[in-house]
Nanobody, 115 residues
């Protein structure tokens, strides 16, 4: 089992920045990839950014160039740095961990961007 705990969400003005953090605990050696998803009202959950064990990253087109995913393996933590935030980025952001057997999810953290 993997437990994911997120932090860093909040209210920010358009153009501002936030950094989300996700700390993983439990069977962390089973994790092959981690990522951030988001779900806005009336929309499906979408992948925002992902990072694999070899350090490869990928981003949704809507956030590429503005967001950056990174990890600190020693701290079992993944980050999402969000710059140039737009009102369209308003959503609940979820941390996810992928293993061979199962995907795990954090509780979600609200990001609200005011215009």
């Amino acid at each position: 089992q993997v437990l994911l705990v997120e932090s860093g969400g909040g209210l920010v003005q358009a153009g501002g920045s936030l950094r989300l953090s996700c700390v993983a605990s439990g069977s962390i050696f089973s994790i092959s990839a981690m990522g951030w998803f988001r779900q806005a009202p009336g929309k499906q959950r979408e992948l925002v950014a992902g990072i694999t064990t070899d350090g490869s990253t990928n981003y949704a087109a809507s956030v590429k160039g503005r967001f950056a995913i990174s990890r600190d393996n020693a701290k079992n933590t993944v980050y999402l740095r969000m710059n140039g935030l737009k009102s369209e980025d308003t959503a609940v952001y979820y941390c996810s961990a992928e293993s061979l057997r199962e995907n795990y999810w954090g509780q979600g953290t609200q990001v609200t961007v005011s215009s």
